[in-house]
C-alpha cells in the first residue's frame, strides 16, 4: 500500500493538505529564532525545533508527579488510599493507618523504580544519539560539533559510511553530477542503493567553502510532515527559482554510501525530521487482565459497600430493639442513638471488610511479573550464540498477554527475511543446474578457476557440471547465457587492489553478477558507453549503444551493446511474464525452460528469464535515429521512448531462466506454521512491491497452494463508499468456500487510481463520520475473515494505522514485529512490540516491549513462556480471590451472631499475616512455577493457546465461580464450628470466643491449602516446601502471638493467650476441624473427577476445528516438488516473482555519464573537499585500468 499521507491522516477525521509555509535560510540561525508558534494555551515555543530529539516520558521534575498520576489511574491504588483515609478516624479506625500506608508505598515504589528504570535507559539512547559528532558549517569553516547543536538553515558536511542527521537539502557532493548513494537500512530495512542528485546550479557554483558560506538560497516548501516518499518545494537564489523533490532531500537515518563527501542544508531538524515524524508517542501499555481487574475492584468496592450498609441498617435495627428489651442498660446507650450506631458501623464494616482486595496481592503480582520476565531473559533456546544476543524482556508487566495475541503484524525486510540474496538454480539450454541436483561441491577435472582471484564471496550454487561446461566454452548458449548476466545491469564497481567491490542498486544485481564472475565471467569496469569484462581470462570491451531501463510496468531491462567483433547484440532480462511473449519461437527448450520455472516457483525462488538477439546494422541505425528524437521530446517522451523499447524487444531468443533466493531467516516457515495452528492470524506489513511480498509469503508458508489470492484489484471493484453490500457479500463469500482467501492489499493506497485505501483513508473528508467509520469496519471484517494478508508499499505511519483499525474494530490483543525506524510506530502502537536485535540501528529495540535476536524465537515467546504466563496469573488471581474469600467472609457471618456490631472474628494477628505468611507462598508457587504440559508439548500442540485469546482461565463468569466457592468455604467453616461450640465442646469444655475463632481460622487456612495442592499441577521442590511453610508458620507464629508471656507484656495488643494451644489440643476440636475440611474438599473432588471422566477439563479442551487442522497436518505429508507445465493462475501467471527490486534511473544515470568519473577515471578533481580528504579521493584507481 502506498498513498500520500493525506489520505492516512484523513483516517483521524480531516484531510491536511501540506501548506507551503515552511521557509529555511541558509547561514541565517538569527532568522529562524525570532518565529514562534503555540502550542497549550498561552504557551509558544519555538517554530523551528533543534536537532536534538527526546523519547523519554520523565525527567528529573516531572517523574514523581507524573509517574504518580499514572499510578493512580489504576483503581486499587485509588480505593487502598480511601481506606488509609478512613483509618484516620479513630472512632472508626480498626488499625493504625500507617500499618496499610507502609505496603501501599512499597508497591508505589516498586512500579515507580520498574518505570525509572525502564526511562533511564531511553535517557541513554536519546544521549547517545544526540551526542554523534558532524562537521556543521560556522563562519567560514566546518566545525566538529555535535547532532543536537545543528539548526534549521545550517550547512552540514558528510563523509562515507556516517548517518544523516536531520533532513537536508543535498547542495552537491564529491561524486560527478553531484550524485549521492545512501543506503536506507535504519529506516526501511532496506539494503538497496538509493541515489540522490543535487541541483545542476549548486552543484556548479558550490566549488569552495568560501562559496558555501557566502550562499543565501531561500527554500519554501511545505509544513513539517510524515510522507517519507514526498517532498515539495523551490529553491530561491540569485533572483532565480528551481524546483525541489525527494529526490533532492536527504532523510535522517539514512546512511552514506560510495560517496566520499557531501553538504547538505538542514531543512527539518529533530522531532520535525519525517522519520521523528512516524515514530508516534510512547504510550502507557496495559494488559486485558489489568483492565479486567480495575472493572473488579470496582465491582468488588460496591459488593462491600452494600453489604456493609446491609449489616449496618440491621446494626440499627438490632441497637434500637436491644434498647427497648434491655431498657435496664439504658444509661450505656445515652450519648448514641440506633441511627449513629448504624452510621459508625457502616464505616466500621468497610475497614473490617477492606482486606477482601489485599495490596499484597498485588505486590505478588508484579513480583510474579517480574520473575516471568527473568525466565525469558535466562532462556538458552532463545539465545543467539552467532552474535551474542539473548532475548530480553524489555517490559516486565505484559507476560500475560503474550499467551493472549490474535493478530501479529510483522515487517518484512530483516524481519522474515535477511536481505541476502544468493543465487541457487538456474535453467541454460534445457539443463538444470545447482543446488537441488546432485551436482554440488565436485570440482570439475581440470579447471583452476583462475579468473576469479579477486572475488571475496563464495557461490551458493557451485554445481561441478555448471563450472566444467563453463570451462570448456563448447556452448554458445551457455556463453551468451553468463555474458548476457555480465552485461545486463546496472552495478558500480570499485577497484580496491586486489579486490573488485561491486556497488549494486539492489541484492538480486549484485547476486547474478557474482555468479557470472564465479562462472569466469567477470565484470571489470565501466565508462559511460563502454563496459569491459573478462570472460574465461581474456579482458573485452563491449561499446554500450542504449540501456533501456527497468521500471514496475516493463518489469524487464535491457542493453544494447556492439562486442569487439563489431556485432550488435540486445541482451534482456526480466520477469517470465513480459519475456515468453517476446519470444520469436516455442520450441522444446522454451516449453521445458517453463517447466523449469514452475519447479523454482515450487521452491519460492524468485526467478528471471534472460533472451538475447542480434540486430543488424540497419535496423539499429533506424532505431537509434527515432530513439534520439524521442528522448528530447518535451511532451510525452516516457510513452514515446516506451513504444521504442517494445519495438527493440521483440522475436528474442531465450538463453535461459535464474533462481535467486531471498534469504529467510532461520526457521521463520515453521514458526509461521505453528502460529496459524495457534489459531493466531500472521499480517504482513511491508514497504516492498507486491510481487516481492507475494513471493517472501509463499517463501515462508504464510501463502500456500490451496489458497485464492484476492488482490486489491478485485477489493476496489466494490463500491465501498455505497452502504457495504458488496464487501459483505465478498465476506461471506470468503467464509462459504471451502478454501482460505487471502487478502491481498497491493498497491491499494495511490492516490490517482482512486482505490481501497484512499477512499477509505478519504471519505471521512467526503462523507460523514458515521460513512467512515462503516467502511474501515467493513475493511476490517473482509481482512479479518482471510487467513493471512500482505500489505505492499505501506508507510511506517500506515504500519501503525493498520494496527490501530485491527485493534479498535476487533478488540484483539496484537503483536507487532519488526526491526527498523520504520517499525517503530507500529510496535508503540500494538499491545505487544517486539524488537528484532538486527543488522539495522536498535530503534525498533529501543521502544520494544520485548526484544528477540531471531523471528523464530516467537514460537517459545508466545506458545512457552506467555502461555505459561497466562496460565501462571489466572491461577494466581483465582486463588487469591478465593482464599480471601474463604477466610476473610467468616466475619459477615459472624456480624450475624455478634449483634450486628463491626467485631473482628479473628484475632488481630491473624488478619495481619493471613495474606502475609499464612496463604501466600503456594499461591505464589503456582504464580512462578505453574505449567499444565511441559516446554516441548506446548511446542507440539499449539492448539492449546486458544485458552489465553478466548479468556477461559479467568473471566467475569469465573471471578463469580471463585467468589461462590469462598463464600461457600467459608459458610462451611463458620457454621460447622458454631454447630459444633452450640453448647460446650470436647473434654476441656472448650466454647470460649477465642477458641471458636482459632477453630473457625483453622478450617478455613486447611481448606484453602487443600485447595491449591488439589489445583497444582507441576509439583516442584519448592511446592513442597511452600505449603509446609505455610502450615510451620502459622504454627509458629500462633504460638509466638499467643503466648502467656507476650499476653503479660501487651494485653491490648495480644489478645489471645494459649487460644491455639487450649483449642488444637483437644480430639473434638481437631474433630470438627477435620469434618470441615472434608465437607470443603468433597464438593471439589467430585467437580474435578466429573470434568476428567466427560473429558471437560479447560486445559485439554481444544476447539474441534483445531484438532481437525492438526489432524489434517500430521496426516498429509509435504508434497513433492516435480515439474508441472505452465498453468496461468487467476492474478498471476507464476506465483514466485522477478527479482529484481531496485528502482527506476540507474540506466540514465549511467547513460548520461551522472554517475561515472570523467574519463572513466575516479580521480575527479578536488572540489569542495576538506584538504585531509583530497588526496585520498585523487589516489583512487580507475576502473578501467
Known amino acids: 500500500m502506498a498513498v500520500q499521507d493525506p489520505a492516512s491522516d484523513c483516517l483521524h477525521g480531516k484531510k491536511q493538505l501540506p501548506a507551503f509555509t515552511w521557509e529555511v535560510r541558509a547561514n541565517d540561525r538569527n532568522y529562524h529564532m525570532q518565529f514562534k508558534k503555540k502550542f497549550a494555551f498561552c504557551l509558544t515555543k519555538k517554530k523551528y525545533a533543534g536537532n536534538a530529539i527526546k523519547t523519554a516520558k520523565y525527567n528529573i521534575f516531572t517523574f514523581l508527579p507524573l509517574n504518580l498520576y499514572e499510578q493512580f489511574h489504576r483503581m486499587a491504588n485509588v480505593y487502598f488510599v480511601f481506606v488509609i483515609l478512613l483509618q484516620t478516624f479513630p472512632e472508626i479506625a480498626t488499625l493504625p493507618w500507617y500499618t496499610l500506608l507502609f505496603p501501599l508505598s512499597c508497591l508505589l515504589t516498586i512500579r515507580g523504580l520498574r518505570d525509572l528504570i525502564d526511562d533511564i535507559g531511553r535517557h541513554q539512547s536519546d544521549?547517545?544519539?544526540?551526542?554523534?559528532?558532524?562537521?556543521?558549517?560556522?563562519?567560514?569553516?566546518?566545525?566538529?560539533?555535535?547532532?543536537?547543536?545543528?539548526?534549521?538553515?545550517?550547512?552540514?558536511?558528510?563523509?562515507?559510511?556516517?548517518?544523516?542527521?536531520?533532513?537536508?537539502?543535498?547542495?552537491?557532493?564529491?561524486?560527478?553530477?553531484?550524485?549521492?548513494?545512501?543506503e536506507t537500512a535504519d529506516i526501511d530495512g532496506e539494503t538497496n542503493l538509493k541515489f540522490r542528485q543535487a541541483l545542476l546550479v549548486t552543484h556548479q557554483e558550490l566549488v569552495s567553502e568560501e562559496s558555501m558560506a557566502t550562499f543565501d538560497g531561500r527554500v519554501t516548501c511545505e509544513e513539517p510532515n510524515s510522507r517519507m516518499h514526498s517532498f515539495t518545494g523551490t529553491l530561491e537564489w540569485r533572483g532565480e527559482t528551481y524546483s525541489l523533490n525527494s529526490e533532492r532531500i536527504l532523510l535522517r537515518g539514512c546512511k552514506l554510501r560510495n560517496t566520499d563527501v557531501c553538504y547538505g542544508l538542514v531543512i527539518y531538524a529533530g522531532f520535525?525530521?519525517?522519520?521523528?515524524?512516524?515514530?508516534?508517542?510512547?504510550?502507557?501499555?496495559?494488559?486485558?487482565?489489568?483492565?479486567?481487574?480495575?472493572?473488579?475492584?470496582i465491582i468488588i468496592f460496591l459488593l462491600l459497600l452494600v453489604t456493609s450498609l446491609c449489616l449496618a441498617v440491621a446494626s440499627g435495627f438490632w441497637a434500637r430493639t436491644f434498647q427497648e428489651k434491655h431498657s435496664y442498660l439504658s444509661a450505656l446507650y445515652k450519648h448514641t442513638t440506633p441511627a449513629q450506631q448504624a452510621f459508625f458501623n457502616f464505616w466500621g464494616f468497610t475497614i473490617l471488610l477492606s482486606i477482601i482486595i489485599p495490596m499484597s496481592m498485588y505486590i505478588t503480582f508484579e513480583f510474579i511479573y517480574l520473575v516471568n520476565s527473568f525466565f525469558i531473559n535466562w532462556d538458552l533456546e532463545m539465545y543467539y550464540a552467532v552474535k551474542d544476543i539473548p532475548a530480553k524482556a524489555r517490559s516486565t508487566s505484559l507476560n500475560d498477554q503474550l499467551g493472549q495475541i490474535e493478530y501479529i503484524f510483522s515487517d518484512k525486510t530483516g524481519t522474515l527475511t535477511q536481505n541476502i540474496m544468493s543465487f541457487k538454480k538456474c535453467c541454460i539450454n534445457g539443463t538444470i543446474y545447482g543446488t537441488g541436483t546432485g551436482r554440488e561441491n565436485k570440482q570439475p577435472p581440470g579447471s583452476g578457476l583462475t579468473w576469479n582471484h579477486r572475488g571475496e564471496k563464495k557461490m551458493d550454487c557451485c554445481d561441478a557440471t555448471l563450472l566444467e561446461a563453463a570451462w570448456r566454452d563448447s556452448d554458445p548458449v551457455l556463453r551468451e547465457f553468463l555474458r548476457l548476466l555480465a552485461l545486463c545491469h546496472t552495478v558500480m564497481v570499485e577497484d580496491k587492489g586486489d579486490q573488485l567491490v561491486y556497488q549494486a542498486a539492489s541484492p538480486d544485481e549484485e547476486a547474478l553478477v557474482l555468479a557470472a564472475r564465479n562462472l569466469g565471467y567477470v565484470f571489470l569496469s565501466r565508462t559511460q558507453d563502454t563496459i569491459t569484462i573478462s570472460e574465461l581470462g581474456k579482458k573485452r570491451t563491449y561499446k554500450v549503444l542504449a540501456m533501456l531501463d527497468f521500471n514496475s510496468d516493463r518489469k524487464r531491462m535491457s542493453v544494447l551493446v556492439r562486442d569487439p567483433q563489431g556485432t550488435i547484440r540486445l541482451y534482456t532480462k526480466g520477469a517470465d511474464t513480459v519475456i515468453l511473449e517476446r519470444l520469436q519461437r516455442r520450441g522444446p527448450n522454451e516449453t521445458f525452460t517453463e517447466m523449469a520455472l514452475d519447479r523454482f516457483a515450487e521452491e519460492t525462488l524468485r526467478t528471471l528469464c534472460l533472451a538475447s538477439k542480434e540486430v543488424s546494422e540497419v535496423e539499429y541505425s533506424e532505431w537509434s535515429r527515432r530513439h534520439h528524437e524521442a528522448s528530447v521530446l518535451l511532451q510525452d517522451r516516457a510513452q514515446e521512448l516506451h513504444k521504442l523499447y517494445e519495438e527493440m524487444e521483440q522475436n528474442l531468443q531465450l538463453l535461459g531462466a535464474t533462481a535467486i533466493e531471498d534469504k529467510l531467516q532461520d526457521g521463520v516457515p515453521e514458526t509461521i506454521q505453528l502460529l496459524k495452528l495457534g489459531n493466531i492470524k500472521v499480517w504482513v506489513l511491508t514497504g516492498d512491491k507486491?510481487?516481492?511480498?507475494?513471493?517472501?509469503?509463499?517463501?515462508?508458508?504464510?501463502?500456500?497452494?490451496?489458497?485464492e489470492i484476492l488482490e486489491e484489484k478485485e477489493i476496489s471493484g466494490y463500491q465501498l463508499h455505497l452502504p457495504a453490500a458488496g464487501f459483505e457479500m465478498a465476506k461471506a463469500n470468503c467464509r462459504s468456500q471451502s478454501k482460505d482467501k487471502i487478502l491481498h492489499t497491493g498497491e491499494v493506497l495511490k492516490e490517482k487510481k482512486g482505490r481501497l485505501w484512499w477512499q477509505l483513508a478519504c471519505c471521512r473528508a467526503t462523507d460523514s463520520q458515521e460513512q467512515g467509520s462503516l467502511v474501515e469496519k467493513v475493511f476490517v471484517d473482509l481482512?479479518?475473515?482471510?487467513?493471512?494478508?500482505?500489505?505492499?508499499?505501506?508507510?511506517?505511519?500506515?504500519?501503525?494505522?493498520?494496527?490501530?483499525?485491527?485493534?479498535?474494530?476487533?478488540?484483539?490483543?496484537?503483536?507487532?514485529?519488526?526491526d527498523g525506524a520504520n517499525d517503530v510506530n507500529m510496535i508503540k502502537t500494538a499491545d505487544i512490540g517486539v524488537g528484532i536485535s538486527g543488522l539495522e540501528g536498535m530503534q525498533a529495540v529501543q521502544c520494544s516491549d520485548y526484544a528477540l535476536a531471531q523471528f523464530s524465537y516467537l514460537q517459545r515467546l508466545l506458545f512457552i513462556h506467555g502461555r505459561w504466563a497466562y496460565l501462571r496469573i489466572c491461577k494466581f488471581l483465582r486463588y487469591f480471590f478465593y482464599k480471601t474469600f474463604a477466610g476473610l467472609l467468616a466475619q459477615v457471618w459472624f456480624a450475624f451472631h455478634s449483634g450486628f456490631t463491626a467485631q473482628p472474628l479473628y484475632e488481630g494477628w491473624f488478619l495481619a499475616l493471613y495474606n502475609i505468611f499464612y496463604t501466600t507462598?503456594?499461591?505464589?508457587?503456582?504464580?512462578?512455577?505453574?505449567?499444565?504440559?511441559?516446554?516441548?508439548?506446548?511446542?507440539?500442540?499449539?492448539?492449546?493457546?486458544?485458552?489465553?485469546q478466548q479468556d477461559e482461565l479467568f473471566n467475569y463468569r469465573v471471578f463469580g465461580v471463585t467468589l461462590l466457592h469462598g463464600v461457600s468455604t467459608s459458610l462451611a467453616s463458620f457454621y460447622i464450628a458454631f454447630w459444633a461450640f452450640e453448647d460446650s465442646v470436647g473434654s476441656k469444655v472448650v466454647g470460649d470466643y477465642e477458641s471458636f475463632a482459632v477453630t473457625v481460622a483453622t478450617s478455613a487456612l486447611l481448606s484453602v491449602l487443600m485447595e491449591i495442592i488439589l489445583?497444582?499441577?507441576?509439583?516442584?521442590?519448592?511446592?513442597?516446601?511452600?505449603?509446609?511453610?505455610?502450615?510451620?508458620?502459622?504454627?509458629?507464629f500462633s504460638f509466638l502471638t499467643q503466648s502467656i508471656d507476650a499476653f503479660r507484656i501487651a494485653p491490648a495488643v495480644f489478645r489471645f493467650p494459649d487460644a491455639s494451644w487450649n483449642a488444637l489440643t483437644d480430639p473434638y476440636v481437631l474433630l470438627v476441624v477435620l469434618l470441615s475440611l472434608v465437607v470443603n474438599t468433597v464438593p471439589s473432588l467430585t467437580v474435578r473427577l466429573y470434568c476428567t471422566i466427560t473429558g471437560k477439563n479447560t486445559i485439554q479442551q481444544v476447539p474441534v476445528s483445531l484438532q481437525k487442522i492438526r489432524l489434517?497436518?500430521?496426516?498429509?505429508?509435504?508434497p513433492s516438488v516435480e515439474l508441472r507445465a505452465h498453468v496461468p493462475r487467476s492474478s498471476f501467471h507464476r506465483r514466485s516473482s522477478y527479482a529484481f527490486s531496485h528502482q527506476e534511473g540507474y540506466a540514465g544515470l549511467i547513460t548520461r555519464g551522472d554517475s561515472l568519473?570523467?574519463?572513466?577515471?575516479?580521480?575527479?578533481?578536488?572540489?569542495?573537499?576538506?584538504?585531509?580528504?583530497?588526496?585520498?579521493?585523487?589516489?583512487?584507481?580507475?576502473?578501467?585500468?
Request: hydrophobic fraction near 40%; charged fraction near 25%.
Open 127 to 182: 544521549r547517545n544519539i544526540n551526542s554523534r559528532p558532524c562537521e556543521i558549517l560556522s563562519g567560514k569553516s566546518f566545525r566538529w560539533q555535535k547532532w543536537r547543536d545543528i539548526c534549521v538553515g545550517d550547512i552540514v558536511r558528510l563523509r562515507k559510511e556516517s548517518f544523516v542527521p536531520a533532513d537536508m537539502l543535498l547542495l552537491c557532493s564529491s561524486e560527478p553530477s553531484s550524485l549521492c548513494y545512501v
Open 272 to 297: 520535525d525530521s519525517k522519520i521523528m515524524r512516524n515514530c508516534g508517542k510512547i504510550k502507557r501499555k496495559k494488559t486485558k487482565l489489568d483492565r479486567m481487574m480495575d472493572r473488579l475492584v
Open 690 to 707: 507486491q510481487e516481492t511480498a507475494m513471493n517472501i509469503g509463499y517463501a515462508c508458508k504464510l501463502l500456500t497452494e490451496d489458497m
Open 783 to 818: 481482512a479479518t475473515s482471510c487467513q493471512a494478508v500482505i500489505c505492499c508499499r505501506v508507510t511506517p505511519k500506515q504500519k501503525a494505522l493498520i494496527v490501530q483499525l485491527v485493534k479498535k474494530h476487533k478488540k484483539a490483543i496484537t503483536l507487532a514485529i519488526g
Open 921 to 948: 507462598y503456594p499461591v505464589l508457587s503456582m504464580g512462578l512455577l505453574e505449567q499444565d504440559v511441559s516446554a516441548k508439548k506446548s511446542l507440539e500442540f499449539p492448539e492449546l493457546y486458544v485458552i489465553g
Open 1015 to 1036: 489445583d497444582t499441577k507441576f509439583w516442584t521442590v519448592l511446592s513442597f516446601l511452600v505449603v509446609t511453610a505455610s502450615l510451620l508458620l502459622f504454627c509458629l
Open 1112 to 1118: 489434517k497436518a500430521k496426516q498429509e505429508p509435504e
Open 1157 to 1185: 568519473r570523467a574519463g572513466g577515471t575516479r580521480s575527479a578533481a578536488p572540489r569542495l573537499l576538506h584538504p585531509e580528504t583530497a588526496p585520498a579521493l585523487s589516489s583512487l584507481p580507475s576502473p578501467s585500468a
